[in-house]
């Protein structure tokens, strides 16, 4: 079951992180464009933010999932203090996924002017939270 779990953790990373690499790039894409034909693109590429759900949700439940399969005390100690950094790391990157949905949602509103602006601050800042967090779970599990 194990092996499943990591599968599906794996999956759910490179759903949730390459949503934050293809909304980077679409941006930097974006920048030349006019400032209302940029807001139409951004809007449709929000529909990215659904893989971003998905991928976020599996590799919550698969990591509960691969932390079951240990036996919680072994993976807290296989993992050491860097997998303690890394649920920090989750845990303050769900909260702010939580937040970038609620002005998405906002930026969709024909007045989502001031939402839509910091839209890409805050998935800049979810893209090095999951870089963060992969590089303290290669650490950790070491």
Do not use: C, E
């Amino acid at each position: 079951m194990y092996d499943v779990w990591l599968m599906l953790h794996f999956i759910g990373l490179a759903l949730g992180v390459g949503t934050g690499f293809a909304m980077f790039t679409l941006g930097l894409a974006a920048a030349d464009m006019a400032p209302a034909d940029r807001g139409a693109f951004m809007r449709r590429a929000f529909a990215l933010s659904r893989n971003a759900s998905i991928g976020l949700t599996l590799l919550v439940v698969s990591g509960v999932g691969l932390v079951m399969s240990l036996g919680v005390s072994a993976a807290l100690a296989l993992g050491g203090p860097m997998f303690h950094i890394k649920l920090t790391l989750v845990v303050v990157m769900i909260g702010l996924f939580g937040y970038m949905q609620v002005l998405i949602k906002k930026a969709k509103l024909p007045d989502g002017a001031a939402s839509m602006a910091r839209l890409p601050m805050i998935s800049r800042v979810m893209l090095l939270l999951g870089i963060a967090v992969i590089i303290s779970a290669v650490l950790a599990f070491h």
